[in-house]
Nanobody, 122 residues
Framework: VQLQAFGGGLVQAGGSPRLSCAASGRTFTNAVMGWFRQAPGKEREFVARITWNLGTTHYTDSVKGRFTISRDSAKNMVYLQMNSPKTEDTAVYYC????????????????WGRGTQVTVSS
């Protein structure tokens, strides 16, 4: 599985940027797609995930109500709509894929794309 994330850059706080992740290669029925981020000097953290088959979503508390993860199965794309981003959302965002959720943490994710930098300016 190959993943490529794009759509980052310099964004205004309160804007509505959207990150995209293109997936190619082998797919799995129970696959889970996730977005993670890593801010300078901090550990990588989970942001959101979506199951490929049912579209079930889950978010970290800090982005609930602001970010929306979605997927387009026909296009093999996963998106992260970031509404009203804050300066603390500044980070490198990574798209990742898991065959399934076993541990419920980042260790489930086997495939990772290169990150895309999102810088939120006030």
């Amino acid at each position: 599985v190959q993943l490529q994330a794009f759509g980052g850059g310099l964004v205004q706080a309160g804007g509505s940027p959207r990150l995209s992740c293109a997936a190619s290669g082998r797919t799995f029925t129970n696959a889970v797609m996730g977005w993670f981020r890593q801010a300078p000097g901090k550990e990588r953290e989970f942001v959101a995930r979506i199951t490929w088959n049912l579209g079930t979503t889950h978010y970290t508390d800090s982005v609930k109500g602001r970010f929306t993860i979605s997927r387009d199965s026909a296009k093999n794309m996963v998106y992260l709509q970031m509404n009203s981003p804050k300066t603390e959302d500044t980070a490198v965002y990574y798209c990742a894929a898991a065959r399934s959720l076993r541990n419920g943490d980042s260790t489930d994710y086997v495939w990772w794309g290169r990150g895309t930098q999102v810088t939120v300016s006030s």
